[in-house]
């Protein structure tokens, strides 16, 4: 049986992981729109490494909530 099954959320903890998931998006977004804005190859590269982290989490959310 996973940990997660043993979990309960309240209306507070969903609302909260919501809004993780609403910044990770959006942070997502930002990242890339500075990795295509900018020319210096390296910053394009953290902008790029930046969207990655960021869309990784919000799927770790995603499938944390869609393991209820």
Same mark, same amino acid.
């Given at each position: 049986?996973?940990?997660?099954? /043993?979990?309960?959320?309240?209306?507070? &903890?969903?609302?909260?992981?919501? &809004?993780?998931m609403t910044y990770?998006?959006?942070?997502?977004?930002?990242?890339?729109?500075?990795?295509?804005?900018?020319? &210096?190859? &390296?910053?394009?590269?953290?902008?790029?490494?930046l969207e990655e /982290?960021?869309?990784?989490?919000?799927?770790?959310?995603?499938?944390?909530? /869609?393991?209820?």
């Open positions: 049986m996973s940990s997660e099954a /043993n979990i309960t959320l309240t209306q507070k &903890d969903l609302s909260l992981l919501s &809004d993780l990770e998006q959006w942070a997502a977004k930002k990242s890339m729109l500075c990795a295509d804005m900018v020319k &210096d190859a &390296d910053i394009q590269n953290i902008c790029k490494t /982290n960021h869309t990784k989490n919000f799927n770790e959310l995603y499938n944390f909530l /869609n393991a209820f």
